[in-house]
Each structure stands twice: as structure tokens, then as C-alpha cells.
């Protein structure tokens, strides 16, 4: 199937500080982007949809100037915490869909996922 | 919103049998779902998908089954292995956000050897 990367894997930071996350389609084009975020045995909770060229689309109760959204190209979309706290220690995924169906049919690829720690 | 239900958190079956995971979903404009499995520190990975044109879609040892009037849907692995033992999430897409997808709260399936 398609290849999404998500670089890094782990992350610890100070907290007041910002952290960039950055999540490439490697082998098709994704004019949209997902970013989740999961917290300890619990779902995958969507955060915001990247679009290429446009404004992110944030979900009810994402702050959205702290989790900035950029989506430059048809490959990669990146997501900054800024001024981290360590309430934003969490496990946070991307993906993309495959819009020309590369594997067979609708399903979004995901990331590897980034761990933050914020002490 | 729950929008996608797993009820239950854990699922522990004997390798060689069945395994059926559950899911219920609220929004009637789900047209698409699928199933992922994860394993601790790493993204989901597809396992199978039903679109709702259908009530049965089958990939080897996994099947979906989609009941559209009961807006639930299920995943059956048999028969079981050890290999098996992950978290399910259920995910449903197709809603107002053409292009989003919800996710269930997962079940945690076990399989003893």
C-alpha cells in the first residue's frame, strides 16, 4: 500500500517551547491531510484536515493558533505545538488518503506517529 | 459526539477460534467504514474495508459485515492467532466532512495460544 512518513518518532521538549511534525506522502499525492491525536487507551481523536493550499479545518475545541497547521505541498503537511505544556504529551498521527485510489479503494494510510513529551 | 462506538474495551479468545469485534455508529450518512489495526507506539494499518452498498466483505481470514438498518457493523477473524493481538479500530467516513473519518474507542483483542 501507500507510504506515509512521519518524522520524528519521539520528541521531548521544554515546555514554552514549539515542536514541528512533519508527515510526507512518499509515493502519491495527498491533497489532503489528517492529524490525530491519541491520548493513553483511548481513541484516535481527529484533530484538524490539512488541505493543500488553504486553511486547515479544525474540530470543535482544537486550539488552533497552538496547533499550527501547514500543508505546502501535494506531499507534505506539517504540525506545530507551539509554547508546549505537558498536557500536550500525547501520541500524534497523520494520514493522508490516496485520492486515486492507489490502494484499491478509500482508506487512509497513517503514519508512523510522534510521541511528545513536554517536561 | 460519539459518532463511532466500540463497547467493548477488551476481547480475549483462544487461538484457533473466532474472534468478533463489534462496532455501532450514529451518523445514517456514513457510507464508508473500515477497520485498522495498531499496535502500541505506531500509526494504525488498514485491515479491511465495506462500502454500504454492500453487507459482507471478505480478505482472507478477515470479514466485514455491515448492517445498515441496525447501523452496525462487525469484523470476524478466524480463525485466530497469536499475531492477532492488537487494538481494532473501527472507522467510519462519508459524514458532512466528505473527507474526515471517526474513529471508534477500540477493542484490545488478545489471543491465547
Known amino acids: 500500500g501507500a507510504v506515509v512518513s512521519q518524522h520524528p518518532s519521539w520528541v521531548i521538549c521544554k515546555s514554552g517551547t514549539s515542536v514541528k511534525i512533519e508527515c510526507r506522502s512518499l509515493?502519491?499525492?495527498?491533497?489532503?491531510m489528517f492529524w490525530y491525536r491519541q491520548f493513553p487507551k483511548q481513541s484516535l481523536m481527529l484533530m484538524a484536515t490539512s488541505n493543500e493550499g488553504s486553511k486547515a479545518t479544525y474540530e470543535q475545541g482544537v486550539e488552533k493558533d497552538k496547533f499550527l497547521i501547514n500543508h505546502a505541498s501535494l506531499t507534505l503537511s506539517t504540525l506545530t505545538v507551539t509554547s508546549a505544556h505537558p498536557e500536550d504529551s500525547s501520541f500524534y498521527i497523520c494520514?493522508?488518503?490516496?485520492?486515486?485510489?492507489?490502494?484499491?479503494?478509500?482508506?487512509?494510510?497513517f503514519g508512523q506517529g510522534t510521541r511528545l513529551t513536554v517536561v | 459526539d460519539q459518532q463511532v462506538k466500540q463497547n467493548s474495551p477488551s476481547l480475549s479468545v483462544q487461538e484457533g477460534r473466532i474472534s468478533i469485534l463489534n462496532c455501532d455508529y450514529t451518523n445514517s450518512m456514513f457510507d464508508y467504514f473500515l477497520w485498522y489495526k495498531k499496535y502500541p507506539a505506531e500509526g494504525p494499518t488498514f485491515l479491511i474495508s465495506i462500502s454500504s452498498i454492500k453487507d459482507k466483505n471478505e480478505d482472507g481470514r478477515f470479514t466485514v459485515f455491515l448492517n445498515k438498518s441496525a447501523k452496525h457493523l462487525s469484523l470476524h477473524i478466524v480463525p485466530s492467532q497469536p499475531g492477532d493481538s492488537a487494538v481494532y479500530f473501527c472507522?467510519?467516513?462519508?459524514?458532512?466532512?466528505?473527507?474526515?473519518?471517526?474513529f471508534g474507542a477500540g477493542t484490545r483483542l488478545t489471543v491465547k495460544p
Open positions: 472507522a467510519a467516513s462519508g459524514g458532512y466532512n466528505n473527507n474526515d473519518m471517526r
Open positions: 509515493d502519491f499525492q495527498a491533497t489532503t
Open positions: 494520514s493522508a488518503r490516496d485520492h486515486q485510489n492507489r490502494g484499491g479503494g478509500t482508506e487512509a494510510f
